[in-house]
């Protein structure tokens, strides 16, 4: 088992930052491919980046290109979403996940999921 701790989301003005964390606990953190996802009101949960094992591949979906950055720290066991020049578009839940496999886009091939924390960009 692998238990997701998301924090870092909140209300921020369009064209703001935030920073999202994902505390891993359980299995080997280092064993796994991590995932971020969203989920809007009224929307199903897409994908939003992922990063393999190693941090050595990130994977983006073309909405958050150039804005979002994914990254790792094996030894802190945590995985990070910077979210830069955010828009109102980007509101959101967003879930972290893990993967011990190496097909990232998709949400049914995690297998252990975070609860989630809301992200709000005001216009």
């Known amino acids: 088992q692998v238990q997701l701790v998301e924090s870092g989301g909140g209300l921020v003005q369009a064209g703001g930052s935030l920073r999202l964390s994902c505390a891993a606990s359980?299995?080997?953190?280092?064993?796994?491919?991590m995932g971020w996802f969203r989920q809007a009101p009224g929307k199903e949960r897409e994908f939003v980046a992922a990063?393999?094992?190693?941090?050595?591949?990130?994977y983006y979906a073309g909405s958050v290109k150039g804005r979002f950055t994914i990254s790792r720290d094996n030894a802190k066991n945590t995985v990070y979403l910077q979210m830069n020049s955010l828009k109102p578009e980007d509101t959101a839940v967003y879930y972290c996940?893990?993967?011990?496999?190496?097909?990232?886009?998709?949400?049914?091939?995690?297998?252990?999921w975070g609860q989630g924390t809301q992200v709000t960009v005001s216009s």
């Open positions: 359980g299995r080997t953190f280092s064993g796994y491919a």
């Open positions: 990063i393999n094992w190693s941090g050595g591949s990130t």
């Open positions: 996940a893990a993967n011990a496999g190496t097909d990232y886009y998709f949400s049914r091939r995690y297998e252990y």
